[in-house]
């Protein structure tokens, strides 16, 4: 249990961090609406994405990042497959209300409608990548900034307990194509989790299969 919740607390659940001489060359985004606007717009004409993915995970008890490579494809709606191939296997697919997991010993499936946790990962997850999680404001405090390649949205949770496990979140979406680039989960502490997104497709030919276990 406590390596499915490493894993899933890491996604994102999504790459360096985020210096101040990187925050400097970000504005405050003037059009907040219409950035929103044109990211649910996208939102519903993108079917499937499949991408590369680096994720970086910092741990302050550890002296070097954690770093991991694979693959990730989503499909609508909610189907999420993230494959890690390297330097281990593990795979984490979530459709059809359950979550699957396997390595190389061991293979398990949750259902995520009866369990409140997996829930909101589900949820927070599918809206990350799809944007939704924009909407919702009673659950975070947001604030957004752009430079001439891409928006920056910064997401603090309201909720105390919350914040003990999540301080905030951070996507960077390219202006390009409005698609999630980047997304850094910031834990308690210092502890982060990065994921990169690489060499992403979308609208590509995703078969079903590839999400069922």
């Given at each position: ?14 790459m360096?961090?985020?210096t ?8 405050p985004?003037a059009?907040?609406p ?16 499949s ?35 390297d ?30 946790m ?9 809206g ?12 975070y ?5 752009e430079n001439?390649s891409?928006y ?7 909720d105390?307990k ?13 202006k390009?194509d409005?698609?999630v ?24 030919e ?7 276990f």
């Amino acid at each position: 249990m406590n390596k499915i919740h490493f894993y899933i607390y890491a996604l994102a659940f999504l790459m360096m961090p985020v210096t101040s001489k990187a925050q400097e060359k970000m504005s405050p985004l003037a059009d907040i609406p219409g950035f929103r606007d044109k990211l649910e717009t996208m939102s519903a004409k993108v079917q499937s994405i499949s991408s590369d993915f680096i994720q970086e995970k910092n741990l302050v008890v550890l002296s070097e990042k954690i770093i991991s490579k694979g693959i990730f494809l989503f499909r609508k709606e909610n189907n999420i497959r993230w494959e890690y191939v390297d330097p281990y296997r593990y795979l984490i697919i979530i459709s059809n209300g359950k979550m699957y997991t396997r390595d190389d010993k061991n293979q398990k499936v949750f259902d995520i409608e009866t369990n409140k946790m997996f829930r909101e990962m589900n949820r927070f997850i599918s809206g990350c990548i799809q944007g939704d999680i924009l909407k919702n404001e009673e659950e975070y405090a947001t604030e957004y900034y752009e430079n001439s390649s891409g928006y920056f949205v910064k997401l603090i949770p309201r909720d105390e307990k919350m914040r003990q496990m999540l301080n905030e979140v951070q996507i960077w979406f390219d202006k390009a194509d409005l698609t999630v680039s980047s997304l850094r989960m910031v834990e308690s502490g210092e502890d982060y989790t990065l994921i990169t997104f690489k060499n992403k497709k979308l609208n590509n030919e995703i078969p079903l299969e590839k999400f069922s276990f």
